[in-house]
């Protein structure tokens, strides 16, 4: 099992300063699966269905000059490691020097005071008088029957909603999310094929929300029925939707709905919200443009599932 490449400046600043913030917020136990064609972080994919799942993805010639992969999994190799260590690392190295190409590779090395060799993730990097290497500890890596495992839970992990709705300015969630994170413990989230997005935080002695309307829709639309009336509440809409097949309603905690906001440290462009009926949880697609364009950046994707609650709640 081998693996050994050099990160590009774009790889280096892509996940010094964008992904491995996000993602250490997320939660700082992550998955590291190499492949020949990309490289994947993967939070809680093989846990329980009650947290927060996330999976970003990089193509390698994004993050890489050149790399070289070898195991008995089909060129795959899967571990764990620290988020906050690996970042720590990166730093480091990028320290020392900004012009000399950074070396990353699987190690095996003896820690002090033990007698068996440990697996590590080093980066290695040289400067004009000084070098530096920073050694990451990492799991043992999967076995294959894992990592075959592992590859199922991405596919499954795959499946979209039928319909998702587009948040083009995160900050206005966020700002949200900031002034009834103390409110109370469970949000419920209503998607319409209309192009609505509703958030209600209720508890006995208050209810308050937000909504959304008119939004970007992927997949199935709808027009609102035409003997609406126009001065519904927000919540009276959604149960209109939801009663005509044309809406769905989960309810997830403010923490997990709020720690999935902290993706917007990857400077993602926008995010898609829909409901998945079959698995039911609240997934959350980001979505990221080539600079200076609007067409989406293939070289990148990030998505997270948040696991629901209470199911069809009204």
């Not at 010094?16 to 020949?36: G, I, Q, S």
């Not at 699987?106 to 068996?116: A, G």
């Not at 900050?171 to 209600?200: C, P, T």
């Not at 609240?282 to 629901?308: E, N, W, Y």
């Amino acid at each position: 099992m081998k693996f050994k490449a050099f990160l590009t400046d774009n790889g280096i600043s892509l996940l010094e300063k964008r992904l491995l913030p996000a993602l250490d917020k997320l939660d700082r136990t992550c998955v590291l699966y190499l492949t020949p064609q990309h490289t994947l972080f993967l939070h809680n994919l093989l846990s329980s269905s009650t947290v927060i799942q996330s999976v970003a993805q990089v193509a390698n010639p994004a993050l890489f000059l050149e790399h070289r992969i070898s195991s008995q999994c089909d060129d795959r190799i899967a571990l764990t490691l620290d988020t906050s260590l690996l970042l720590r690392a990166l730093r480091s190295v990028v320290t020392i020097s900004s012009s000399c190409p950074v070396q990353i590779k699987l190690v095996k090395k003896l820690p002090p005071s033990t007698t068996q060799p440990m697996p590590f993730l080093s980066f290695e990097t040289k400067g004009r008088n000084s070098a530096v290497i920073h050694d990451v500890p990492i799991s043992k890596p999967f076995s294959r029957s894992q990592v075959l495992e592992l590859q199922a839970a991405i596919d499954s992990s795959q499946t979209l909603p039928k319909t998702l709705v587009q948040i083009p300015y995160l900050n206005q969630l966020m700002s949200f999310m900031e002034r009834m994170r103390h409110v109370g413990d469970s949000l419920n989230v209503g998607v319409s094929k209309y192009g609505d997005l509703h958030l209600e935080i209720s508890t006995p002695m208050i209810t308050l929300g937000t909504e959304f309307q008119r939004l970007l829709v992927l997949g199935e639309r709808a027009e609102p029925p035409a003997a609406s009336d126009p001065g519904a509440s927000p919540g009276k809409r959604m149960e209109v939707a939801i009663q005509g097949g044309d809406g769905l309603m989960v309810q997830v905690t403010v923490k997990n709905f709020t720690k999935s906001l902290s993706c917007h440290l990857a400077k993602p462009d926008c995010a898609f919200y829909g409901i998945e009926e079959q698995s039911g949880c609240l997934v959350v697609v980001f979505q990221f443009f080539i600079p200076g364009t609007r067409i989406t950046d293939k070289a990148i994707s990030l998505h997270c599932r948040i696991p629901v609650i209470d199911t069809g709640c009204n």
